[in-house]
């Protein structure tokens, strides 16, 4: 079996795309989609009125805005690779929720507008990528519009970024006289077309760079283009395949995600260059990939993706071994015994019931509430997966519901979407007004959207009078009997502002940061989080010890 574990993890590729908002990240998805052969058209995102939508907008309000609000898992096979894409919300009031997808990836593949060059969020979620070494390739999107410099894009990514560049395409034009793009590693170039919504048969192929053809074709901009290519091949360094997997060094590919133009090359080097999965941290030890026995780590939770049947899916990122469906598991964390059924593979809202997987692949185990955020599956070694973030919230509501008949809509509704992540819900010690914790303004609108028209009960959401939160744990150093007790003296004393998370956790909430200081003086055996990964850690201790 183990030869077999081995070719097959090989084959695997898992990686996230991740942008600024309007950057054409999800367009990008859908044209990858489109040239692996597996969809034979793509939608628009924009287009919200049509009757097509982007395969990884699923979601009614991603459809309404033609933005991304959830993560999405597309699987698909392209040249005897499995790859396992992950589309995330560019919009920063969702990015819990791509921190969270970028722990179960190998790779990312960031998107940049031409005409914007480097946006803040990019900067914000580049960082996340270079806390994990993750790899990264650059797709310059939107070249058939008038935008940067390619020469300044080049300076403005190795600038902002902090890591070396390495041209694999050139443009040759932008705009109107967009011709195409220099394939500098094939020594050709590949000839823009636009407008094309499926896949050509064959693009139009010039060989050599060099070739007296291009000038003939496309004069001053292949001239251009050509004298650009010169500097950076004596500016920029040879590809360099360590550095590249450091994430010290990005390849940078050029094109229009909409006119379907560059992706082939994208898609190409995602194979070529994306590592296949690597060995996982646990607490107890260090995973490998090839290890015959299965585990694997919920890093997403999903209510009503198929909203007649109210369902819940965990997502898996399989770290070990081979899953079958069928096959007995144990949940780290409770101690819980699974024998999963109705495991099932992507392809954003479509769903194939699953009979394997290998380390890399992302599986979905609809569950009424049994799997957690940061739960560890395994075939019963109790490890537990460490790196899923939980950030304390910055902006808080209360939550009422309108119609008092639909409380229990309400409870029901609020409890499943504090399990996916999609915001945060605390419920106070004293006190029986829900609040719900988020990072933008944006997913208290999704969160009421989604109560309405998938639960069927309105909310009123108002203000609330917190601005800071914090998981509480406590250490004595006299153990976890007297640990406990101090954390229950810390609890019952602040009874009005501790509340209780999604999965129990105690939180406490404050008005201003002053309190904060004050509260961590007047109880120096109490440890305050602002992230519950740190608070997981002390509660799993706790629990071992």
């Not at 991740?18 to 054409?24: C, K, L, N, V, Y």
């Not at 989609?33 to 907008?57: E, N, P, Y």
């Not at 995600?257 to 994208?266: D, L, M, S, Y």
Request: charged letters at 25%; a negative charge; aromatic letters at 8%.
């Amino acid at each position: 079996m183990f030869p077999d574990l081995a070719k097959e993890v090989r084959r695997r590729r898992t990686f996230a795309i991740i942008s600024h908002p309007d950057a054409g990240k999800t367009t990008l998805t859908e044209k990858l989609l489109l040239f692996s052969g597996a969809i034979q058209i793509a939608g628009s995102v924009k287009a919200r009125k049509a009757s097509r939508h982007a395969t990884s907008d699923w979601m009614e309000i991603e459809k309404q805005r033609g933005i991304s609000v959830a993560s999405s898992v597309m699987q698909m096979e392209y040249r005897g690779s499995v790859i396992n894409l992950l589309d995330t919300p560019g919009h920063q009031d969702f990015s819990e929720d791509t921190y969270r997808v970028l722990t179960a990836v190998d790779a990312a593949l960031m998107v940049i507008d031409a005409a914007n060059g480097v946006e803040p969020q990019t900067r914000r979620l580049l960082q996340v990528c270079r806390a994990r070494n993750t790899p990264i390739l650059t797709f310059v999107n939107k070249m058939d519009r008038e935008v940067k410099a390619p020469l300044d894009l080049f300076d403005e990514i190795e600038r902002e970024l902090g890591m070396s560049v390495v041209p694999f395409t050139w443009p040759v034009g932008m705009g109107k006289i967009f011709g195409g793009v220099l394939d500098l590693r094939r020594d050709q170039m590949r000839v823009f077309t636009p407008g094309e919504d499926r896949v050509k048969d064959a693009d139009e192929i010039i060989d050599g760079i060099t070739n007296p053809l291009l000038q003939e074709r496309f004069g001053a901009a292949y001239e251009h283009a050509a004298g650009e290519v010169e500097l950076v091949r004596h500016a920029a360094p040879a590809f360099d395949e360590a550095q590249f997997l450091a994430g010290r060094q990005t390849p940078m590919f050029f094109g229009s995600a909409i006119n379907n133009f560059g992706v082939q090359e994208v898609l190409d080097a995602l194979v070529d260059l994306a590592p296949p999965p690597g060995p996982k941290a646990a607490l107890q030890r260090t995973v490998q990939p090839t290890e015959e026995k299965f585990s694997g780590v919920v890093f997403k939770i999903q209510a009503n993706m198929d909203p007649a049947h109210r369902d819940r899916i965990a997502f898996v990122r399989v770290a070990s071994g081979h899953f079958e469906r069928g096959m007995r598991l144990k949940v780290t964390r409770s101690g819980k015994e699974l024998r999963p059924n109705t495991v099932v593979s992507f392809l954003s809202q479509r769903r194939e019931l699953l009979e394997e997987a290998y380390a890399g692949d992302i599986i979905g185990i609809p569950n009424h509430g049994v799997l957690q955020l940061a739960d560890t599956l395994t075939e019963g070694e109790p490890l537990q997966f460490t790196g899923l973030p939980f950030f304390a919230p910055e902006l808080f509501r209360s939550v009422e519901v309108a119609d008092p008949l639909k409380t229990k809509q309400l409870r029901a509704g609020l409890t499943q979407l504090g399990e996916e992540g999609a915001i945060q819900v605390f419920r106070p010690v004293a006190g029986s007004v829900l609040l719900l914790g988020a990072v933008g303004q944006l997913q208290f609108d999704v969160v009421a959207h989604r109560l309405e028209h998938e639960y069927g009960c309105k909310a009123r959401i108002v203000p609330a009078r917190y601005n800071v939160a914090r998981w509480v744990t406590c250490e004595t150093g006299e153990g976890p009997a007297a640990d406990e007790r101090e954390l229950k003296r810390f609890i019952d004393g602040n009874s009005h502002r501790v509340a209780l998370d999604a999965v129990d956790a105690p939180c406490v909430l404050l008005e201003y940061a002053g309190e904060l200081r004050a509260m961590q003086e007047n109880w120096p055996k109490i440890r305050f989080h602002a992230l519950r990964e740190h608070a997981g850690l002390v509660f799993q201790k706790q629990l071992e010890g």
